[in-house]
């Protein structure tokens, strides 16, 4: 889920306008795409519902996909009248379950003044942590995870060493493509209310 309450348009007028790009699926989809992508690989078939529920919108502010694999079922949300947010990852397996928020620190710790890589940089708050709640050796355990501490700068210290060092890119070409192929995959699914399956 990536979840917000934000009835009014934004002033970004390029998210607002109906043209390429625009829309809650080209703003927020890439994220939760991605995240997807990298931990399960591309799908074998997509099914999505897109809508406007502001009633002033002219794009589409809500969208929910399924992406489908061999044994699981993997779904990505977001829209913008959710006053009360969900937790943004859920994992239910054959043992037990895992929630968490969305709690990325770093953003509000940027807009705060706060400088990188001292001794607090991307730590959440202890009111942040995962629940989990599953069996160890035959024993039901529910406890709090902490997350490991979020570095936005070793995206840019990735792409610098791949223009410098020739190592690989954080982001690939492919990576980029795979999720405009979900986000146009989801578009068309939604717009003829079926699974549609990708040729790989």
Not at 17 to 28: K, T
Not at 153 to 164: K, P, S, V
Request: with cysteine; net charge negative.
């Amino acid at each position: 889920h990536y979840d917000r309450y934000n009835p009014a348009l934004s002033p970004k007028l390029h998210k607002e306008i109906p043209g390429p790009g625009a829309g809650c699926m080209y703003d927020l989809g890439p994220h939760v795409i991605d995240q997807a992508l990298y931990l399960f690989g591309m799908p074998d078939a997509v099914f999505a519902d897109l809508a406007i529920t502001r009633p002033t919108s002219k794009v589409d502010d809500y969208f929910e996909i399924l992406l489908y694999y061999p044994t699981k079922r993997v779904r990505l949300k977001a829209g913008y009248f959710v006053r009360e947010p969900f937790p943004s990852f859920v994992v239910h397996g054959s043992l037990g379950s895992f929630l968490k928020s969305r709690a990325d620190i770093q953003e509000p710790q940027l807009q705060a003044g706060v400088k990188p890589g001292g001794a607090d940089w991307g730590i959440e708050p202890e009111s942040a942590k995962g629940l989990l709640h599953t069996e160890k050796s035959g024993t039901v355990i529910k406890e709090y995870v902490p997350t490991l501490a979020g570095n936005y700068g070793e995206y840019y210290e990735g792409i610098y060493n791949a223009l410098r060092h020739n190592k690989p890119m954080p982001v690939t070409g492919e990576d980029g493509v795979n999720t405009v192929t979900i986000i146009e995959t989801a578009f068309a699914s939604s717009k003829e209310k079926k699974v549609i399956e990708l040729n790989r």
